[in-house]
């Protein structure tokens, strides 16, 4: 299938745009037991040309100078990012502070911009932790609504997201949320700014931003959500063996 561009009208395109995913999921998730490690994605997409890359575990920041270093030699900015649960929603936040914590919402108000980007990620996708009403409700403290690779071209999620950023004047970015390498690549952004943070951010909050996406058969469809389900499935099964070991269960009560 061929890939579509959207938001791309009202681009003024300057020189060579910069390929990126910002969100993106590895074997550091404390969540998802994910097989593939930091590097292994790294180098994946440096083999397909991409520019820009933000490793977004769940609750966890997976970022140091070595891997910054390794990004680096391949081509890549790897910027710092992190998926949060927030009131029970995600939310995607680039540069966050280290160390910071956000127990609702209005915490998301005092994170320092213009050096921090908040991202909503699939927010109109089936499932619990998705924003929903809350984006429509807090849309102030977000810059960019996520287009999410995980539709096809008979259901796809992303439509109501892109009504809320044509209504809104939002911008809009193209992300894999990948959790298998076959995932990388599907959907992305590709950016008209230097190739640094604070130019990047503000190429994505002024609209210089294309998302670059294809939607999937129904046969990648299908392959994606069995694999999805058994990854769940696998994760839940080491915490309960977790779990019955004295020794885990002596550290929880430390």
């Known amino acids: 299938m061929m890939k579509e561009s959207i938001n791309a009208n009202n681009i003024i395109k300057g020189p060579k745009p910069l390929k990126a995913d910002l969100h993106l999921h590895t074997a550091d998730d404390p969540l998802d037991k994910i097989r593939y490690t930091a590097k292994e994605l790294i180098s994946k997409a440096a083999d397909v040309g991409f520019d820009v890359l933000s490793i977004t575990n769940h609750q966890r920041m997976t970022f140091n100078r070595d891997l910054f270093s390794y990004a680096r030699d391949r081509g890549i900015l790897l910027i710092p990012g992190i998926e949060m649960t927030i009131q029970h929603r995600h939310v995607v936040v680039l540069n966050p502070p280290p160390g910071k914590i956000f127990s609702d919402f209005f915490s998301l108000s005092t994170l320092p911009r213009p050096e921090t980007l908040v991202i909503a990620p ?3 996708f089936p499932g619990i932790h998705s924003l929903n009403g809350c984006l429509l409700k807090h849309i102030g403290l977000f810059d960019a609504v996520e287009y999410c690779h995980f539709y096809t071209s008979r259901i796809n999620f992303n439509q109501r997201a892109v009504e809320v950023s044509q209504s809104n004047g939002f911008p809009l970015v193209g992300n894999s949320d990948a959790h298998f390498l076959s995932q990388l690549g599907t959907t992305y952004s590709m950016i008209y700014g230097q190739k640094d943070l604070e130019s990047i951010f503000a190429a994505i909050r002024n609209y210089e931003v294309e998302v670059i ?19 769940k499935l696998r994760g839940k099964n080491i915490n309960l063996q977790k ?9 929880e009560m430390l």
């Open 122 to 124: 699939h927010p109109y």
């Open 213 to 231: 996406t294809r939607p999937l058969r129904p046969s990648e469809m299908g392959s994606l959500v069995r694999r999805y389900f058994r990854m």
């Open 243 to 251: 779990r019955s070991n004295p020794r885990y269960r002596r550290r």
